[in-house]
């Protein structure tokens, strides 16, 4: 069983910045693939960024790309996800999304609100 916890979101004006960070459990970290998917109010979950085990992959929805930037340090079990240029449309919860060993991994969520 991994567990993953997010942390890092908040309130924060348009154009400003926030950095999201997931701890996964586990003492094989890193080979796990992590990602990071939101949910707007009254909309599906969708995919934001993921990350390949080595950090060597990186790949992003269209709308975030340019502004979200997806990193992790395996010597710490964690990712990040480095947010610039926040617009009012980023306002969801964030997810932290693991796939360890065949088996996938959801965080409870952080809020990140942006106000215009």
């Known amino acids: 069983q991994v567990q993953v916890v997010e942390s890092g979101g908040g309130l924060v004006q348009a154009g400003g910045s926030l950095r999201l960070s997931c701890a996964a459990s586990g003492r094989t970290f890193s080979s796990y693939v992590m990602a990071w998917f939101r949910q707007a109010p009254g909309k599906e979950r969708e995919f934001v960024a993921v990350i390949s085990w080595s950090g060597g992959n990186t790949n992003y929805v269209d709308s975030v790309k340019g502004r979200f930037t997806i990193s992790r340090d395996n010597a710490k079990n964690t990712v990040f996800l480095q947010m610039n240029s926040l617009k009012p449309e980023d306002t969801a919860v964030y997810y932290c999304?693991?796939?360890?060993?065949?088996?996938?991994?959801w965080g409870q969520g952080t809020q990140v609100t942006v106000s215009s």
């Open positions: 999304h693991a796939v360890a060993d065949g088996r996938a991994y």
